[in-house]
């Protein structure tokens, strides 16, 4: 069995502020590198413990160049950077994976339920949505892995996203590791936080294989919308072919492709 991971930062239990998330410059940074790290490392420790043969992890915040390598379990293998794919967060996850976790997730734009929530770029966007729908980062990587046949398993980070997981992914074991109360987190202790990823992890696995964890559906029309904090960000992503301006800082984009949205998701944002 082969499991892929995709680690993301803002969802690691006790991340509060911006500057915890920053490589270059982040005072706090080290400290929240190393917990997403062993957050990781419990993912992978447990997903090996039931049975899984290879898992692949993908360092999938902001420069990619987060996870320390020599602390993840042996035998892990480790892609760090972007990879020019529009499955982004998910790069290879086409080549044959069973299952698919997502450790360290956030809350999407527009949510007040992490003080950190966005969907791809905090800076930019003020919201996403998908046919009417607020959307998380989580959302958009779970339609790349049902694209690719790929179920997910494991959804670990804000309790309000673990939620969501419940609500829309059959099947789909969770560890909410914090909560957000408007600029604060309410997290548990980082080494309970590992015990239960570890835990869930191993779960989800066995979940796999007893059959009861499936992929999502796929929409059968997609509707993108962004809201851009400003509004010159708007004009420009309306200059995507097949964009249309609906406000001065809304843009949408409609299709029947799930090609033709992931790239206009990756190249408009």
Known sequence: MRVYISADIEGVTN??????????????????????????SA??????????????????????LNLIPDKLPRGVKLIRGWAASTDSMMALVD?????????????EGYSNKNPLAHTMTHARLMATKLNGNLMSEMDNNALICANHGVPIGLIAGDKALC???EAEFPGVCVAAVKEGIGGATFSIHPLDAC?????QAYEAVKRLQRGEIKCIDMPEHYELEFMFKEHKDASNAANYIGAELVDPHTVVFRCDSFKEYITAYDFMH
């Open 15 to 40: 991340v509060t502020d911006w500057t915890e998330t920053e490589r270059i410059d982040g005072t706090d940074y080290e400290w929240a590198r190393e917990q997403m790290t062993r957050e990781v």
């Open 43 to 64: 993912a992978c420790l447990g997903a090996l413990e039931a049975g899984a043969d290879e898992i692949v992890v993908k360092d999938s915040h902001d420069s990619a």
């Open 163 to 165: 939620e969501k997981a």
């Open 95 to 107: 080549r044959g994976f069973d299952l698919a976790f997502m450790v360290g997730y956030h809350s």
């Open 195 to 199: 015990d239960l990823i570890k835990e």
